[in-house]
């Protein structure tokens, strides 16, 4: 008689690469044996024969029948008969345990397909992602293609990327796909926030539908409607402990399944090349900017020097010799020269309280107001009086002050005319070689609003007298308690050689005192 045709596997739940090997087992029985087999399974309350050498007698397997170790689950079992009852019971166990065996194999087998298909996907998901963030440079638009993949691939309905704002605290809204979310910065403290959460505890957070996310610090929580995964994204530096820039959030499914463990590994890897990547993307911009603050210090330096005249202008009316170095890029020193009426001769010195930028805007704004004032010919009183007024407030709002010297040279008078804001380092060197300080004849500018600057006039021998301005940075440079009387000397000493071979050596030996942070350095030699 011919055997008849199983039930589709799919009515009884069994997979049709599972129905061969019980179709064969259950047939090569049956005709070694000359004995009736069938194989039965219970589905919805209801025996079906799957597989049987005939139609069998009754709609329902009969007593003898023995069970099936079915890893999957079901309700199965085989019946043997046509032979001796001994003869069927030992092949119905035989039968038993061989399809157990082989639906075991087939259960198994599927579930390492499974296993290799689902890591293939998330192999290829991580190859992609490697790809995008080669490829792109922006991160936002990196994030997003990466959120897009993740999306596809898991039927997430939305994935954000947060990432940490150390100025201010906060967690932004780097990129986001899928339905509408929160877009507004979350406070690192937020009790109620899930993403805070992650991020302070550096642990990850997954939530079934229903589930109910407890507040920190509250009696009551927030019961959550969708399933949700929550992971830190960890930056590990070549040298240092791991830190938390971030957190990555996927929310719902779009086939309703939960976020299951290996979800979470796969996003957990994902997250560490996300935070790899956008740590490394924060260092090429600090770089980038840092390059280009240097170019702009190195363009503001060149301008800056430019602003000093050049001493060879001068050489026709005086023996003038001039440096001015800065600490930084820029500087707060500076001096003037200034050819004036009668053959008479105007210099100026200048020190702005520390350095860098702003101190370099100062000294240009200064240089500016003196050079107005004393082109127009006024007295040195006059012209610290209008310099101060056109500085005062700058100097208020930044909390910065100045010492300035301005002198005027009168070699036919034989006078030295000077008013002095602070500035402690203006000597005359005459040709005996005793040095005499220009005495200070008003406060830096910035410490008090002087109504009126007085001003001082001194002997001048024509051109034996040697007029000395240096600033502190020089002679700090030298020796903090004694660099100034060391300049001075060394000047008195050296007097009647070459105005510029005494600045080159005294700026040579300017190299610092450990323990004084640098500072700028500016010397004015001058003979008239």
């Keep these: 008689m011919k055997a008849p045709a199983p039930i589709p596997a799919a009515m009884l739940g069994l997979q049709a690469s599972t129905i061969a090997p019980i179709r064969d087992l259950v047939r090569v029985y049956g005709r070694l044996y000359a004995a009736d087999v069938w194989f039965w399974q219970r589905l919805n309350n209801r025996w079906e024969m799957v597989v049987g050498t005939r139609e069998p007698a009754s709609s329902v397997p009969g007593s003898e029948a023995v069970p099936v170790v079915n890893p999957g689950g079901a309700e199965t079992c085989v019946e043997v008969a046509g032979i001796s009852a001994e003869e069927a019971a030992r092949g119905a166990a035989f039968l038993a345990v061989a399809l157990g065996e082989a639906l075991r194999h087939q259960n198994e087998t599927r579930f390492f397909g499974r296993e290799i298909a689902e890591r293939y996907e998330e192999i290829t998901l991580l190859y992609t992602i490697s790809e995008i963030l080669g490829s792109v440079i922006s991160m936002e638009e990196a994030a997003r293609g990466i959120l897009g993949e993740i999306i596809e691939m898991m039927a997430v309905k939305r994935a954000a990327l947060w990432i940490h704002d150390p100025e201010l605290n906060t967690l932004r809204l780097v990129a986001a796909v899928g339905g509408e979310g929160r877009v507004n910065p979350i406070s690192l403290d937020d009790a109620g926030s899930i993403t805070a959460s992650v991020f302070r505890n550096r642990q990850s957070i ?221 000597f005359v060197v005459p040709a005996d070689g005793t040095p005499s300080r220009l005495a200070v004849t008003n406060p830096p500018f910035g410490l008090v609003d002087v109504p009126d600057y007085d001003e001082k006039t001194v002997g001048w021998d024509p051109h034996s007298d040697l007029l000395l301005l240096f600033t502190d940075g020089l002679s700090d440079a030298i020796s903090q308690s004694a660099g100034e009387r060391a300049v001075v000397d060394y000047v008195a000493r050296q007097r009647e050689h070459p105005l510029d071979d005494i600045i080159e050596s005294l700026f040579s030996i300017a190299t610092g005192v450990d323990g004084i942070p640098p500072d700028d350095r500016t010397m004015v030699l001058v003979r008239v």
């Design 206 to 426: 997954i939530l079934d539908p229903d589930d109910t996310f407890v507040r920190e610090a509250k009696d009551f929580g927030v019961i959550n409607r969708e399933s949700i995964l929550s992971v830190p994204v960890h930056y590990t530096p070549p040298q240092g402990k791991a830190r938390v820039i971030g957190v990555i959030n996927l929310v719902g499914r779009r086939n309703n399944e939960r976020f299951s463990a290996g979800d979470h590994k796969l996003i957990t890897a994902i997250a560490s090349q996300v935070g790899a990547a956008m740590e490394n993307n924060r260092l090429v911009a600090e770089s980038l900017r840092r390059e280009r603050v240097d170019r702009e210090m190195e363009i503001a330096r060149d301008l800056q020097l430019k602003l000093l005249p050049s001493t060879e202008r001068f050489r026709d009316r005086a023996d003038v010799a001039a440096r001015c170095v800065a600490a930084d890029s820029v500087g707060g020193d500076f001096y003037h020269l200034f050819r004036l009426s009668g053959g008479r001769f105007g210099v100026v010195i200048g020190d702005v309280s520390s350095h860098g930028l702003g101190s370099a805007l100062i000294m240009a704004l200064t240089m500016s107001a003196v050079s107005i004032s004393a082109s127009e010919g006024n007295p040195p009183a006059e012209v610290l009086r209008r310099a101060h007024q056109a500085l005062i407030s700058e100097l208020e709002s930044t909390g910065m002050y100045l010492t300035l010297f301005y002198g005027v040279i009168d070699p036919l008078a034989g006078k030295l005319r000077y008013a002095n804001a602070g500035h402690a380092h203006a």
